[in-house]
């Protein structure tokens, strides 16, 4: 849903002659506000780049000039479903000397999806990440970036450390330290969290993002098999 000032301000951007390609931000508030929507709003927003650029195409808010899109190919026709198409996508526009600008006060409101919603969908977004992580094997400087690489690993691996602790009882602190890394590579997140809904909704966010971390990561674990094993031994036979 387009904000009262959204047009306005990607026609300013784009009176810029160097800027062909553009990318926006979700608004904090969520268009379908509740407990589970809030969460991924600002968890989304934890991740603004601090720079005037981008590495993926912003589907959520992206403007492109029609000859840039046509000449690129667009969006890979073998991506079905709504997935990586941005990282993908914006991978090759950098490749082809392309700078995607981003203006984090371009906003729309979105509508977000329940909790439940957003476990399933992690996970298969993290396997389909390595589809175009396999192409192209970079980082990000939003939402995959190598710094939430390592958080969502040790949030999985504290709650990992957690169920064998009464079989070790080293993985007591085990699970304590990879908490630890886990808040701190996090911390941006969890102080939004903290400043908008509150203490109790950051404790919840904590263990909602925990949640999330293991749908992540077994997610890029299935993906790695899949594209980095699998498949290149198929392309072999």
Request: aromatic share 16%.
């Amino acid at each position: 849903i387009l904000n009262q000032d959204t047009l306005s301000r990607i026609r300013e951007k784009f009176s810029d002659p160097k800027v062909d390609i553009l990318g926006g931000e979700y608004d904090l508030e969520p268009a379908n506000p509740s407990v589970g929507t809030r969460f991924k709003s600002l968890m989304v927003a934890s991740w603004r780049p601090r720079e005037n650029y981008v590495t993926v195409f912003l589907t959520r808010l992206g403007v492109i000039k029609k000859d840039i899109f046509v000449k690129s190919g667009g969006f890979d026709t073998n991506l079905t479903t709504a997935s990586v198409e941005d990282y993908e996508f914006g991978r090759r526009l950098m490749a082809s000397g392309h700078t995607m600008y981003y203006d984090e006060n371009i906003t729309v409101k979105h509508h977000f999806p329940s909790f439940k919603k957003q476990v399933k969908l992690f996970f298969q977004r993290a396997f389909m990440w390595m589809y175009a992580f396999e192409k192209c094997v970079k980082f990000d400087n939003t939402c995959t970036t190598p710094t939430q690489g390592l958080s969502q690993l040790c949030g999985f691996l504290a709650i990992l450390s957690l169920v064998l602790w009464p079989f070790n009882s080293a993985m007591g602190w085990a699970s304590v330290v990879f908490l630890a890394i886990f808040v701190a590579t996090n911390s941006r997140f969890f102080m939004l969290t903290l400043k908008n809904g509150g203490a109790s909704f950051a404790i919840l966010s904590v263990l909602m993002a925990l949640v999330i971390s293991c749908s992540i990561v077994l997610g890029a674990a299935w993906g790695a098999f899949y594209y980095f094993v699998y498949m290149r031994i198929k392309k072999k036979r």
